[in-house]
């Protein structure tokens, strides 16, 4: 068994998880998987109800901090509901794109270029999602109870949910811990919720940009290979339409998710701002305007990503030079070069590009 796909299996229930969590598939996969996705599902689903109950009580009282981070806190947990309901819709296309890169692992060529190639670019892959994946669910674990013991230390922040039945201001000392240690449980629970939905979409997002290398490997060896394979440029425009079929559905799943993510990030921004504008010496403040610029930044440095590497396959595609081949392969390289001159990436709503500049003109927006 080559490298890559040994990797590729190494971590095959973790991506596992994370695709059946987008999808809310609680059937296939170990027990343990199906009893977490329950898990979280239920929980956050009570726990939306929870915070739901603390701003209609609240309702009539005066405008404070406690309420301003009640309403974040409900955003949090509704993008999680939302997102949830989207991946329902579009599970044949998550099946669909997982079953393409399955077989793109699974692929091998018996040219030891082509293949060496291959296992490089979908070696870094694993290596960086596994990198992405510890590091983005320690950092969003330990951020979600760091602000919980702030908040239950600082009494502006307080309880962000209520107990049906249950009066917050009558109740005993050790009732009243156990509440501040169900919103620690609520927090980490929604913040990992979120994040592995977002490491869902990575590790996609990474295997198209993985294929996307290859690809362009390939191009620029296509003279040498073309001597010793002469149906090359078939195999060619197989992998070419392949890819662009798999970023037009990788466009398609995140089209609502991230335009959603955009509109929460700038909601929450100013909400940020405007406790920093009201409370300039709360660290807490800090950390929710940092939550309202960080929160749409992975997919928005993704499409980036996949952007710039679409852009420096065109540029390969233009530096071949093409008059070497014979007329049959130049009417078919004539076909790749069409198929490239269309943009290709992420988009908003299958209307805006979903780039760095966009995450920087939603940082602007939030000023003005």
């Not at 309702?59 to 509704?78: A, H, K, R, S, Y």
């Not at 596994?130 to 919980?148: D, E, G, Q």
């Not at 995140?254 to 909400?271: A, D, N, P, R, Y």
């Amino acid at each position: 068994m080559v490298k890559h796909l040994e990797e590729f299996f190494k971590i095959k229930p973790r991506f596992d998880f994370l695709i059946s969590l987008l999808i809310s598939d609680v059937f296939p996969g170990p027990w343990k998987n199906r009893f977490l996705i329950i898990f979280l599902m239920l929980f956050n689903t009570f726990a939306c109800s929870l915070v739901i109950l603390h701003l209609k009580n609240a309702i009539g009282t005066e405008i404070n901090i406690n309420i301003l981070v009640t309403i974040l806190m409900f955003f949090l947990l509704f993008e999680y509901c939302i997102r949830i309901v989207l991946g329902l819709f579009n599970r044949t296309k998550f099946t669909v794109l997982m079953q393409n890169i399955k077989d793109l692992f699974e692929e091998q060529d018996e040219d030891p270029e082509l293949s060496s190639i291959m296992e490089f670019h979908l070696k870094n892959s694993m290596k960086y999602f596994v990198f992405f994946n510890r590091m983005l669910t320690y950092i969003a674990c330990s951020t979600a109870i760091l602000i919980s013991l702030y908040f239950r230390y600082n009494e502006d922040y307080g309880l962000l949910f209520d107990l049906p039945f249950v009066v917050s201001d009558n109740i005993f000392w050790i009732w009243k811990e156990m509440l501040y240690l169900l919103q620690i449980v609520i927090t980490v629970v929604g913040a990992y919720s979120i994040v592995s939905i977002d490491l869902g979409i990575m590790f996609l997002g990474l295997q198209i940009i993985a294929e996307i290398n290859i690809f362009n490997d390939y191009l620029k060896n296509i003279n040498r290979i073309l001597i010793n394979q002469p149906n090359f440029l078939c195999r060619i425009i197989k992998r070419h339409s392949s890819l662009i079929s798999n970023i037009n559905i990788l466009s398609e799943l995140t089209s609502e998710v991230s335009f959603m993510q955009l509109f929460l990030s700038c909601i929450t921004f100013m909400f940020g701002l405007s406790f920093l504008m009201k409370y300039l010496s709360g660290i807490g403040n800090y950390v929710l305007f940092s939550a309202g610029i960080i929160h749409s930044l992975p997919i928005c440095v993704l499409g980036e990503f996949i952007k710039r590497k679409t852009d420096d396959l065109s540029e390969t595609l233009c530096l071949i030079n093409w008059l070497e081949l014979s007329l049959k392969d130049q009417k078919a390289f004539l076909i790749i070069l069409g198929m490239a001159q269309r943009e290709y990436g992420i988009k908003a709503g299958g209307m805006y590009d979903i780039n760095l500049y966009a995450f920087v003109k939603v940082c602007h927006v939030r000023f003005i």
